[in-house]
């Protein structure tokens, strides 16, 4: 493929002064402030730079480029270096370029290489920016990347914020670019002769963003060509609602929220008497009050403290951050989790194996640790090829799908619980846990996969040796724990060959 790509001189369209506005409505940059521009050299980061170089004096802007290198591409990321580093110096833009290595983090941590990509990349940006003083970060999203996002967030299944999209200012990272659509983008590098870099990786199907692009780009030019715009402009009406809706919680806690010895209290029928939805933000608003955060609050955590209100005095649901919601007879409090020796589920419902059929997907949830916190173990099936990689992941297992006769539950320890070992002995899931030195506190918290009293998984520890994978395979069945307060990757989502983590632990 070609790398640079060079656009035939037109009459710039009036996009700088589009951008000028969008920039000063949203007040992302002051006179006189500072910018670090992520650059990778692909269009619409060159953009993004060639537009921050034209309004630096109008805006008294202090700019600096910061090219990412990953290390994946070859031959290619370097001629992308060194496109942008000529592109920031004819600029009068100093140029930082920093180098990671996605692919040994990706699997390190048990993720993508998509998602270690974006992490190390804005890691290293905001390194920078302090570097610079507290600078801004900018990054050339637009439109269609923010219709993307939507619905990539729409399909994992999101509330009203993730429909919302991306913010045009989200901590420190702005959006100049959201404004405007990519053949826009294109006119204006066209009308200055600006050339750019094309990358190879756009053009596959290795990662989410691309299939999800295009989608978009089908419905664009078989459904209706302004798919893109009207999916950004739906987003900006649920960033809207949503704000809304924060808006008339946070009345409601102000006038029906109440401070009880270090926790929270509101009555049961405050909130059985609002519509759900609003319900559902009045929650989410204690959570953040009494914790302080809401990232790892899930759906599940907030539909169960809301079934508080049908239930009767005394019960509890136990959340992330060390801490339960409780019925205390009119009330549903939220206080720091009190200490019980049995700290157990029932098992969540369990399913056959053989009723999962290849290429589906089915997640089953249950609590996981001293606070209970909601962990999903997500299961999937595929057929097995020789010498393929097994996981090295902690929380991503791979089992022999044929060994597996009967009904799996998600469940915590039970008497006569065990697994094998190598050679074909045994040893009973109690014996494990102590030899593993795991406080009694614990123990009846950690989830366990089982098939009757056998033990596939003890999750986030070992696996079953019956149920391993060898040579004979034909088929796997792999798990995923999602959440939970030990979740060190899991939540990849990567695809199957994909995954890192020793079958044992």
């Not at 656009?7 to 000063?24: L, S, T, Y």
């Not at 099936?381 to 060994?403: H, L, S, V």
Request: charged share 30%; aromatic share 6%.
């Amino acid at each position: 493929m070609k790398r640079i790509v060079r656009v035939a001189g037109k009459k710039v369209p009036a996009m700088k002064e589009r951008v000028k506005q969008f920039i000063e409505q949203n007040h992302l940059l002051q006179k006189g402030g500072r910018v670090v521009a992520g650059v990778s050299g692909g269009a619409d980061s060159t953009a993004l730079l060639c537009l921050l170089c034209e309004l630096r004096d109008e805006l008294d802007l202090q700019v600096e480029a910061v090219h990412i290198h990953h290390g994946i591409r070859g031959e290619e990321a370097d001629r992308d270096r060194e496109f942008t580093e000529e592109l920031a110096r004819r600029r009068g833009v100093l140029c930082t370029t920093v180098y990671v290595r996605a692919r040994e983090y990706a699997a390190e941590k048990g993720i993508s290489e998509e998602e270690a990509g974006r992490i190390l990349r804005y890691g290293a940006l905001r390194q920078e920016a302090e570097r610079m003083g507290g600078a801004r970060i900018a990054v050339g999203h637009h439109r269609e990347d923010q219709a993307e996002t939507i619905l990539h967030n729409l399909f994992r299944g999101s509330g009203l914020k993730g429909l919302s999209g991306m913010a045009a200012e989200e901590n420190g990272v702005i959006r100049p670019l959201l404004c405007v659509g990519r053949e826009e983008i294109l006119g204006y590098l066209a009308g200055i002769g600006q050339p750019y870099c094309a990358d190879s990786t756009n053009e596959t199907d290795d990662y989410t963003r691309n299939r999800i692009r295009k989608l978009l780009q089908t419905a664009c030019s078989q459904v209706n060509p302004g798919a893109a715009r009207h999916i950004a402009e739906a987003g900006s009406r649920m960033a809207e609602a949503d704000a809304y809706f924060e808006s008339r919680a946070a009345g409601i806690l102000e006038t029906e929220c109440r401070r009880q010895a270090g926790g929270l209290g509101i009555k049961a029928d405050v909130l059985s008497e609002l519509p759900d939805i609003l319900a559902e933000y009045v929650v989410m608003g204690m959570i953040r009050m009494q914790a302080g955060r809401a990232k790892d609050i899930a759906s599940a955590h907030v539909e169960a403290v809301l079934g508080l209100a049908k239930k009767g005095s005394g019960k509890r649901v136990r959340l992330p951050y060390g801490m339960e919601a409780v019925r205390e007879y009119e009330t549903i409090r939220l206080q720091r989790a009190e200490e019980r020796e049995d700290t157990r589920q029932d098992a969540a419902p369990g399913f056959r194996p053989d009723s999962l059929p290849r290429g589906e997907r089915l997640g089953i949830q249950t609590a996981s640790g001293e606070g209970e916190q909601m962990m999903t173990l997500e299961f999937s099936r595929f057929a097995y090829e020789k010498n393929q990689k097994i996981p090295e992941n902690r929380y991503t297992k791979w089992f022999d799908y044929d060994k597996i006769k009967g009904t799996l539950l998600v469940r915590h320890r039970e008497s006569g619980d065990y697994i094998s070992l190598k050679g074909g002995g045994r040893k009973s899931l109690k014996s494990y846990l102590i030899d593993q030195k795991i406080p009694l506190r614990l123990r009846d918290g950690i989830p366990v996969l089982a098939e009757g009293k056998h033990i596939l998984w003890i999750v986030g520890w070992r696996i079953s040796e019956y149920y391993k994978v060898t040579d004979d395979t034909k088929e796997i069945l792999q798990v995923q724990a999602h959440g939970g307060e030990k979740d060190d990757g899991g939540s990849s989502g990567s695809d199957p060959g994909r995954g890192s983590g020793a079958q044992d632990r």
